[in-house]
């Protein structure tokens, strides 16, 4: 099926209907500029009809068998599965993702959606000790209620599926708002996945919107209980903001400035691999990217030699083709704030051993060295293919300039001293850390989030069982109490 001409509608309880906006949303392809669909955005009227349904739903659904909903969700896998080729597609052109990239996407939100079916079967309910005798304390866990969750561009399925899939899983009902670069993906194509999978109406609902519509209306609606964000800190700093006015529980997954960190002892080949992985994976528009590469004197001259190289081989052009490793920025404004971010640097007296250039939406790799420590422009995330080189003297120096961010959201260390690399991790203020491997990982079993600017809460795994539901105190009194008075 063509997802971009059957579902350019927006999914309001069970059904496909026309937003009632005065304009549309148009889905642009990135690398060519083709219009993939034009969906008549919602209106504040929608949202509210969204929600309405979704509260409707969510009780039924929530004393719903907990293996029913297991089926439903297993039912999803299946068809993911069944319409592989057909999603990668779909990621190639809305995204500008290469195959390896869409390949990659589908196969961590099939591990996701497969997790929270062990999450619909979860232990919701602890009986714990007393100190008064005859007394019994029961907590159970119950659904958190309506959802409504906001997924960036740059891995919309898999991000929306992060909190749509244990959201349901633990009985809860969700809304869910794509960004405006990725409503397909993002967006209408989990609602037509679950409504195959035979998800009853109203649990899953999906909006195609523009807060110039609708300002806060998403985030202020009565019905929502929680609210899921991913994307940038300016925009997460608002929604944080509003939610909590509304005494509204927040997952705020934001923006990063990671560093990669190659310390003296380590394998410098392997190091360089988990560089240009961590920095160009899907052109660099990942939160965990590594922004920064930080390398010690002592092996500075091999690393830079064989990291500039590899850069320049990299490829970029159409994600259609084979031979493509970096494909187009998301869009035109994306590759015009690049391009002023290399000028910019260079003004501020930095070289680039690589220059890229930028070709409408295709931003070649840049690779800058000597930008001075004090320059605001190592304080700000990289949302792209430009990387900056930096030298440091020692572990403290290179633990100092890691945690000289606003941000924590991932990092790594190279060193062929494990346990060196694990010190090394404790030091930097960060949610995420590795050792020896890239910046961007995920893990459906791990906790994922961040320190400082990167964000509020954790999803994944437990975490996603904390923040989807909610925990209510019961005490039985077996025979009679005694009371002071």
Known sequence: MSFFYELADQYIDGEWRTGTGSWDIIDFNPYNGEKLAAITIATAREVDLAYRAAERAQQSWAATGPYRRRAILERALRIIEQRHEAIVEVIIDE????????????????????????????????ILPSPVDGKENRVHRRPIGVVGVISPFNFPFLVAMKSVAPALALGNAVVLKPNQNAPVSGGVLLAKIFEDAGLPAGLLNVLITDVAEIGDAFIEHPVPKMISFAGTDRVGRHVGAVAAGHFKRTILELSGNSALVVLDDADVDHAVDAA???????QGQVCMAANRVLVDRRVEREFTEKFTARVAALRTGDPRDPRTEVGPVINTFQADALTAFVDQALAEGATAPVRGRTRGNLVEPTVLTGLPEDSPLLSQEIFGPVVVLMTFDGEDEAVRIANATPYGLSGAVHTRGIERGVRFARRVVSGMFHVNGPT????PLVVFGGEKSSGVGRLNGEAAVEAFTTQTWMSIQHGRSAFPF
């Open 95 to 126: 995204l500008g993702g290469i195959r390896s990239k869409a390949e990659q996407e589908i196969h961590v939100a099939k591990e996701f959606l497969r997790d929270a079916t062990r999450l619909a079967l979860s232990p919701m309910g602890r």
């Open 276 to 282: 240009v992985f961590s920095r160009f994976m899907y």
């Open 440 to 443: 961007v990982q995920d893990d």
